[in-house]
């Protein structure tokens, strides 16, 4: 059972424009939440988290909003940019370990 | 030079090869952790350590073993490889539950 969902497997923005990619989990016990921006031929880099004690965090043009009660997360990039194109990982992680589940990811596009 | 170094990038190997990967890093972390990436699949952890004494199964740790050398060394074997193993492997280290996590480039092996 995937207890990290990404079910938008790719989403096109016009440059300017918002960009929302969403998340659900469904373990409860999750206290932290993060975002990973992967470039072809790199590495996931991190971009943003947020804590479940949160709803919202804040960094410049990125906003993670935290829905608990829902299981649902989501980010938001305000303006879209054509270097924000890449694919968007949504991790989560809980007790002592601090291991990270994944996503699948979204595979974002934004058009100039 | 990078944080996270992880060596070789590329590999071809015939199935029933051993085969190891070896990650080092320069962040002074206590956590390292090994994912595998399946084509259009999120990240999923094969094994994790906290410290070199510390090696825990992740959740596809068959065919797999590890070994940490030293705090800043990771590496992963595959000890007969069969071409379902063919996949992208990324190490990752991060300095505690739930912060960020570092990862390296990843290594592309295809297992024929």
């Known amino acids: 059972d995937q207890q990290v969902k990404q079910n938008s497997p790719s989403l096109s923005v016009q440059e300017g424009r918002i960009s929302i990619l969403n998340c659900d989990y469904t373990n409860s016990m999750f206290d932290y939440f993060l975002w990973y921006k992967k470039y072809p031929a790199e590495g996931p880099t991190f971009l943003i988290s947020i804590s479940s004690i949160k709803d919202k965090n804040e960094d410049g043009r990125f906003t993670v909003f935290l829905n608990k009660s829902a299981k649902h997360l989501s980010l938001h990039i305000v303006p879209s940019q054509p270097g924000d194109s890449a694919v968007y990982f949504c991790?989560?992680?809980?007790?002592?370990?601090?291991?990270?589940?994944f996503g699948d990811g979204t595979t974002l596009t934004v058009k100039p | 030079d990078a944080d996270v170094t992880q060596t070789p990038r590329n590999r071809i190997t015939k199935t029933g090869k051993r085969i190891m990967l070896e990650c080092s890093q320069t962040?002074?972390?206590?956590?390292m952790y090994w994912y595998r990436q399946d084509p259009g699949l999120g990240l999923r952890l094969i094994y994790y350590s906290f410290d070199v004494k510390d090696i825990n199964k992740g959740e596809i740790s068959d065919g797999y073993s590890v070994s940490r050398q030293a705090q800043a060394k990771f590496s992963l074997s595959l000890e007969s490889a069969i071409p379902n193993q063919t996949a992208l492997y990324f190490c990752a280290t991060s300095d505690s539950a739930g912060a960020e996590a570092f990862f390296g480039q990843g290594t592309r092996l295809t297992v024929v």
């Open positions: 991790a989560a992680s809980w007790g002592r370990a601090g291991k990270s589940t």
């Open positions: 962040k002074g972390h206590d956590r």
